[in-house]
């Protein structure tokens, strides 16, 4: 039986899905922006957004039993691909040591203010493998 895992944000509740869904050892995380959700602000700036993505993302994932280190498939939404040299960085070393399959998109976001979403999915122990 899967579970779910939420973060409690207006999102979920409004589009009716769960932060991850735990299947088997598989994670599925949904897709993620950059807000700050201990002040509940988006900031401005692409790289904070990317590094806050990431921080709900590695939250989830320990949640779920697993860490980015267990990350089998990533898929990037950039709102602008100027924003592509501030987030390779951080994406970067966020992945450096699971070196997931990944996609990047350029697409307009639900809202203007946001720069980058992220998904993932996991396996629990993948990098113990």
Do not use: W
């Not at 939404?77 to 390779?88: C, Q, R």
Request: proline share 3%.
């Amino acid at each position: 039986m899967a579970r779910h895992i939420s973060s409690g944000s207006d999102f979920e509740r409004d589009f009716g899905y769960s932060r991850a869904v735990i299947d088997r050892d598989m994670v599925h995380v949904a897709g993620t922006t950059g807000y700050d959700y201990e002040r509940m602000i988006l900031p401005d700036d692409a790289g904070e957004q990317a590094r806050n993505t990431l921080g709900t993302i590695e939250k989830t994932l320990k949640e779920a039993g697993c860490s980015l280190d267990d990350v089998v498939r990533v898929r990037y939404y950039v709102s602008d691909v100027k924003y592509l040299e501030i987030i390779k960085p951080i994406v970067a070393k966020a992945f450096a040591r699971a070196r997931p399959a990944a996609t990047l998109v350029i697409a307009a976001l639900i809202e203007p203010e946001m720069k980058i979403e992220i998904e993932v999915t996991a396996r629990i122990g993948a990098f113990d493998s």
